[in-house]
């Protein structure tokens, strides 16, 4: 896949002959490169700074597919073209998380800040827009939810320098703009050029599948991974968890599936409660075995974890069949 519109290549050669030689590695000269283009200022060069390995870990952080955090709804519009067409990294703005009305002497964007770093640990985080996300960011403690990049450029003139000054104190991997410089498309543009160097630089075996199955199968594995957002709390696999139920969320939404209404959203949530159920049965076995009882109640147990797959495995048809899914799967046991 060509990353890169000829026009765009066009506009970075010609940005390079301007810049002229500077003291920046290849991939911060690709991030310089494309904040020259995204803003049309060959002076932005003097305001860039890059933290020690800033760059380096965000291509890693990028490639392994962690989530982009942006402080607005323009910022996660910026980056999720290049997001879509490389790792697919799940996009999400932290007003997700935000009250609707700000609290007394706060923002919006303050509050949703603290919940989505709690809820996307080890996440890259674009902050173009709102210098106090930035501020509640560097209010937050380290350890498992501590952002793996901070791409900090907010722009203004209240409260940015403020913002800038205590980022730069930080020992937090960072790529900033000093002064009043910033907005959501440069956090954008920074991004895009780290998801584009990671893309061209990734190893070419390794496996990402894309797999076509029916759309029953894509919500039953969407209700699962919803119950392991609730349930699962080690932060490494709760990342993991997350990145996956973005992922396959992204594909339901492209599909016209993120809202769905009537009779397949009901259908949905059946589902999901059927997996709960199923849930709760397979952790109820496991303390039996632990236990080495193996009485009526194990073998009822038992006997209901194949009742509660017919039941979804009837919803998942009904389903597929509901939504005109192009598959639809089949199961098959003896006596059937």
């Known amino acids: ?28 000269q690709e991030v310089l490169e494309r ?35 942006t402080d607005t709804a323009m910022a996660a519009a910026a980056v999720t073209s290049m997001s879509r067409r490389t790792f697919a990294n799940p996009v999400r703005s932290i007003l997700e998380w935000a009250p609707a009305v700000a609290p007394p002497g706060g923002t ?21 827009s709102a210098p106090t996300a930035l501020e ?37 991997p960072q790529i900033r703009l000093e002064g009043s410089k910033g ?22 075996g390794a496996p990402r599948p894309l797999v076509p199955v029916a759309v029953g199968e894509l919500i039953d594995k969407l209700t699962i991974l919803a119950i392991k957002r609730e349930r699962i709390v080690e932060p490494e696999r709760a990342r993991h968890v997350l990145a996956e139920f973005d992922q396959l969320q992204a594909v339901a939404q492209q ?7 009537g009779v397949v959203a009901e259908l949905g949530r059946q589902l999901e409660g059927v997996n709960r159920e199923l849930w709760d049965v397979e952790e109820a076995l496991r ?18 974890v194949y009742r509660l797959n017919d039941v ?25």
Not at 9 to 27: K, M
Not at 118 to 128: D, H, N, S, T
Not at 255 to 261: N, R, Y
Not at 287 to 304: C, K, N, Y
Request: charged letters at 20%; proline letters at 4%; hydrophobic letters at 45%.
């Open 136 to 172: 509640r960011l560097l209010d937050q403690p380290g350890g498992a939810s501590q952002p793996a990049l901070v791409i900090g450029m907010p722009v203004g003139f209240v409260g940015v320098a403020e913002s800038k000054r205590r980022l730069a104190a930080s020992d937090l």
């Open 35 to 69: 904040l020259v283009h995204s803003s049309g200022d060959l002076a932005i060069a003097s305001d860039l700074r890059f933290s020690a390995e800033a760059c380096a870990r965000g291509l890693q952080s990028l490639a392994a597919g962690s989530v982009i955090l």
């Open 287 to 304: 303390a039996q075995e632990r236990f080495g009882r193996f009485d009526a109640e194990f073998v009822a147990l038992a006997r209901s």
């Open 312 to 336: 979804r495995a009837a919803l998942k048809r009904r389903i597929n069949q509901s939504s005109g899914s192009a598959l639809v799967e089949e199961k098959s046991y003896g006596g059937d």
């Open 1 to 28: 896949m060509d990353l890169d519109h000829p026009i765009f290549s066009e506009s970075v050669r010609r940005i390079r002959q301007w810049l002229g030689p500077t003291d920046l590695d290849p991939v911060q």
């Open 255 to 261: 599909l016209g599936l993120g809202d769905i209404e």
């Open 108 to 128: 919006r964007t303050a509050e949703g800040m603290a919940a989505a770093l709690a809820a996307c640990p080890g996440a890259v985080v674009l902050i173009g």
């Open 183 to 204: 907005g959501a498309g440069l956090v954008g543009a920074t991004c895009n050029a780290l998801l584009r160097r990671a893309w061209l630089d990734r190893p070419r």
